[in-house]
C-alpha cells in the first residue's frame, strides 16, 4: 500500500474519531439538563421520564447483582440467561407499545414510562425470589399482584 493512503486512511480516522467525541459531548451536553417537574414542556416531560428510567434501571441492576451473587454456578448461568432475555422482551414490548408515537415528540416520554414501569415489575420479581426458601419450588413462580392469564 503506498505511503499517501495510509497517511490518508490515518487521517481520516482521526477525523472520524474527532466528530465522534464532539458529538457524544454535544450529547453529554444535552442530557445535563436535570428534571424539572414544573415545567410542563414535552422536552422536559421527556426528561423527567428518562431520569425516572435511570432510577430503575439502577434499582434493578441492585436487585440483580443482589440476587446473583447468593446463586450457585448453575443457577447464575440461568438467571443471566433469564435476565438477558427478559431485557430483550422488555425492549421489544416498548418498542411494540410505543410504535403509534414514533417519530413524534411524546415518544421518547412514552418509552421511558413503558421502560420505567416493565423495570418496576421485573424489580418485584427479582425481590420475590431473593426471598425464596431453598427447596419452595411455588416461591418463585408466585406473584400475589399479577392476575392470572385465562
Given at each position: ?25 454535544g ?9 424539572d ?9 421527556n426528561i ?21 451473587g ?18 430483550a ?5 416498548c ?10 415528540s ?9 421502560l ?32 392470572e392469564?385465562?
Amino acid at each position: 500500500m503506498p505511503w499517501f493512503q495510509v497517511i490518508w486512511g490515518m487521517t481520516m480516522r482521526r477525523i472520524f474519531l474527532s466528530a465522534c467525541l464532539v458529538l457524544l459531548a454535544g450529547a453529554s451536553v444535552a442530557r445535563a439538563q436535570e428534571c424539572d417537574r414544573s415545567d410542563d414542556s414535552q422536552q422536559m416531560m421527556n426528561i423527567c421520564a428518562g431520569e425516572d428510567y435511570q432510577a430503575a434501571d439502577a434499582k434493578l441492576n441492585a436487585a440483580y447483582q443482589n440476587l446473583i451473587g447468593s446463586d450457585d454456578a448453575d443457577a447464575k448461568r440461568l438467571l443471566q440467561a433469564a435476565q438477558r432475555a427478559w431485557i430483550a422482551f422488555r425492549d421489544a414490548e416498548c418498542a411494540h407499545n410505543t410504535a403509534a408515537s414514533a417519530g413524534g415528540s411524546i415518544h421518547a416520554m412514552e418509552v421511558s414510562q413503558c421502560l420505567t414501569r416493565l423495570t418496576n415489575e421485573r424489580i418485584k420479581q427479582l425481590a420475590a425470589s431473593a426471598n425464596c426458601e431453598e427447596g419452595d419450588a411455588s416461591c418463585a413462580n408466585s406473584d400475589e399482584d399479577s392476575d392470572e392469564v385465562q
